[in-house]
Antibody, heavy 119, light 111 residues
Framework: EVQVVESGGGLVQPGGSLRLSCAVS????????MSWVRQAPGKGLEWVAN????????HFVDSVKGRFTMSRDNAKNSVYLEMNSLRDEDTAVYYC????????????WGQGTLVTVSS | QSALTQPASVSGSPGQSITISCTGT?????????VSWYQQHPGKAPKVIIY???KRPSGVSNRFSGSKSGNTASLTISGLQADDEADYYC???????????FGGGTKLTVL
């Protein structure tokens, strides 16, 4: 069984930083693109970022470029989302998902971690 | 990065069929057969139900089917059941710069 578990969410002030982690088990992790997708309260899904199997290629939605970075550690079966210069509009549940590379299939999802940006 | 356009809501009675449209542009839906659909029940994570426009992951009911014509993709659910009541999102590849766009979501109500 594939398990995807996010952690690291919480309350942060505008302009602050936060690092999300995502641990995956049940698959050969290093074979998969990995993605982050967020959902603001009461709103729809928004793709945030993805990273290739070896970390050599990454893509970000325009609204987070220059503020968010994504990395992975294949030895730990984990991906990370480093979020800086956080804004109110970054408030959302952040989901980690396997896939979401050029095949565009977000196959396995975690339960999400809530990030709240507020003073 | 504009979202794909979906109707805000659709409804149907048990046993009926409904179709949810997802309209994009020639830069996303119209150019690639890389459209996927996700079902999300309240408080739950999304679940993929269609990928590559028409393919179903193993374990997904054959009551769910996908199609595409031009810049518009569609999800059809036949034989509606109470458990189909959920939010549905389409998603498309949009080229190597924009990469991914999601639709705004459609709330399905089973009457």
């Amino acid at each position: 069984e594939v398990q995807v578990v996010e952690s690291g969410g919480g309350l942060v002030q505008p302009g602050g930083s936060l690092r999300l982690s995502c641990a995956v088990s049940g698959i050969f992790f290093s074979n998969y693109w990995m993605s982050w997708v967020r959902q603001a309260p009461g709103k729809g899904l928004e793709w945030v970022a993805n990273i290739k199997q070896d970390g050599s290629e990454k893509h970000f939605v325009d609204s987070v470029k220059g503020r968010f970075t994504m990395s992975r550690d294949n030895a730990k079966n984990s991906v990370y989302l480093e979020m800086n210069s956080l804004r109110d509009e970054d408030t959302a549940v952040y989901y980690c998902a396997t896939g979401g590379g050029y095949d565009l299939i977000f196959e396995n999802w975690g339960q999400g971690t809530l990030v709240t940006v507020s003073s | 990065q504009s979202a794909l356009t979906q109707p805000a809501s659709v409804s149907g009675s048990p046993g009926q069929s409904i179709t949810i449209s997802c309209t994009g542009t020639s830069s996303d839906v119209g150019s690639y057969n890389l459209v996927s659909w996700y079902q999300q029940h309240p408080g739950k994570a999304p679940k993929v139900i269609i990928y590559d426009v028409i393919k179903r992951p193993s374990g997904v009911s054959n009551r769910f089917s996908g199609s595409k014509s031009g810049n518009t993709a569609s999800l059809t659910i036949s034989g509606l059941q109470a458990d189909d009541e959920a939010d549905y999102y389409c998603c498309s590849y949009a080229g190597s710069i924009t990469f991914v766009v999601f639709g705004g979501g459609t709330k399905l109500t089973v009457l």
